[in-house]
């Protein structure tokens, strides 16, 4: 039997790179799929480009093509979905799963999914105020396009899937597949909830981590952010009372994670978050925004705060004697999100769209 080939696009800026690897990785098992990584935006560090050598019959492609969201005019973004579509073509693939909706705009060959790990509409909605402003509207315009489109919405969470659909007017919201991720190679060391740990794109607004940096000005205990704090975008933050550690590499991560710091995630804006789901499969305990997506996802599990006082006192009943039992609480949540449900998923999607392209052909 003919292997079915993905067009999968991705960035490697964040947590889309990560989430790709582990879909890929699953792909090949499961169903022997031969996944073509289009990667957009800035080019992969030596790192990610290990990372993708190892996924079995992988082939990653550097695009050189601009993200949606740093691209100067629209223009950029519907040549790079042109391109993305040629190179469909070019490569016969059975189907396109898009990292970005904005990218569903040009006349593609075979079925499309884009899959809403995040967007500006949805962003501006959580972090900022008012309308949106010209620079950002014409992405939001694109990406409507986009949704409308596609064959398939895919978003990461129950609750985003509503934001999406509330800030594009959509008839039904996109369908929710949680994300899924394979667990760093830890082993515990020490007591639990000595020092206090955050992930990510330290420099997004969205990711709040201004009140992480007070928080750190409450508590007794080290505050540590690892992380980028400047931007493809222009975007910056100084962190002046926490530590930064700048970009650290998955097996650096893997060690501090070890440690079992307290960590949090202030977040205004967060689809997924794959950060907080890498911190409980090592037994972190969780101090979490009080959003809908973490409320869906680790209700039960984390303790919840939104203010940098709040987020101290948090920290404070956790390093008093509660650290250990909310990290087996975020554990135990933790298996229920791993690449194997996230691709069990998608094939069963995959599967819905291809018969259909196969009804419609005969």
């Known amino acids: 039997m003919t292997r079915r080939r993905l067009l999968l696009t991705t960035d490697a800026v964040g947590g889309v790179w990560t989430y790709s690897l582990d879909l890929a990785r699953q792909l090949a098992a499961e169903a022997d799929m031969v996944v073509l990584l289009a990667v957009l935006g800035p080019a992969p560090n030596a790192e990610q480009l290990d990372a993708a050598a190892a996924v079995p019959g992988l082939q990653l492609i550097e695009t050189g093509l601009p993200l949606d969201w740093t691209a100067d005019r629209a223009d950029e973004v519907r040549a790079a979905a042109q391109a993305l579509a040629g190179l469909a073509q070019a490569s016969e693939v059975d189907l396109v799963q898009l990292h970005a909706p904005g990218l569903a705009t040009a006349d593609y060959p075979v079925p499309v999914v884009s899959v809403v790990h995040s967007c500006v509409a949805t962003w501006w909605a959580a972090v900022k105020s008012g309308p949106l402003p010209s620079d950002l509207a014409w992405r939001r315009d694109l990406a409507a396009e986009g949704l409308r489109r596609s064959d398939l919405l895919i978003a990461p969470s129950h609750a985003f899937a509503a934001a999406v659909q509330q800030a594009y007017g959509l008839k039904r919201p996109p369908c929710a597949v949680h994300n899924g991720r394979q667990p760093l190679p830890t082993t515990s060391v020490g007591e639990p909830g000595r020092s206090v740990l955050t992930t990510g794109r330290l420099w997004d607004e969205g990711k709040n981590v201004a009140a992480f940096d007070f928080a750190a000005a409450l508590s007794d205990l080290p505050f540590r952010a690892a992380g980028a704090t400047h931007g493809p975008n222009g975007a910056a933050i100084v962190l002046r009372h926490a530590e930064a550690l700048g970009h650290v590499d998955e097996p650096s991560l893997a060690a501090l994670l070890a440690e079992r710091p307290v ?57 008093e004697g509660e650290a250990a039992t909310f990290g087996e609480l975020a554990r135990s949540r933790a298996a229920r999100f791993m690449p194997q449900a996230t691709a069990s998923a998608m094939l069963t999607h995959y599967d819905s769209l291809l018969g259909s392209e196969r009804r419609a052909a005969a």
């Open 263 to 319: 960590f949090i995630s202030a977040a205004r804006y967060e689809p997924f978050g794959l950060s907080v789901l890498e911190a409980a499969q090592a037994g972190c305990p969780l101090v979490l925004s009080d959003i809908p997506t973490f409320r869906e996802l680790w209700d039960g599990a984390a303790l919840f705060a939104e203010t940098p006082e709040a987020i101290a006192t948090a920290v404070s009943r956790l390093a």
